[in-house]
């Protein structure tokens, strides 16, 4: 998600900007990200989901 067309609910300008504090938060959080997939795009993240199922079903085949 980018920032440039957030608008702040504090000072109600473009968070882009850091009017005020809550914006210069707001903008320094969207900038690192707030975890270690937030870099990956949903479809990078369904595809992983997907690889784990079927190598879990793939154990579950084999342990059976």
Not at 41 to 60: E, F, R
């Amino acid at each position: 998600m980018t920032y440039d067309r957030l608008v702040c609910a504090n000072c109600a300008g473009p968070v882009a900007e850091g009017r005020c504090p809550t914006c210069r938060a707001s903008r320094q959080r969207l900038e690192q990200g707030e975890g270690p997939f937030s870099q990956l795009n949903p479809a990078t993240l369904v595809a992983l989901l997907v690889v784990l199922v079927a190598a879990m079903a793939l154990l579950a085949h084999q342990a059976a």
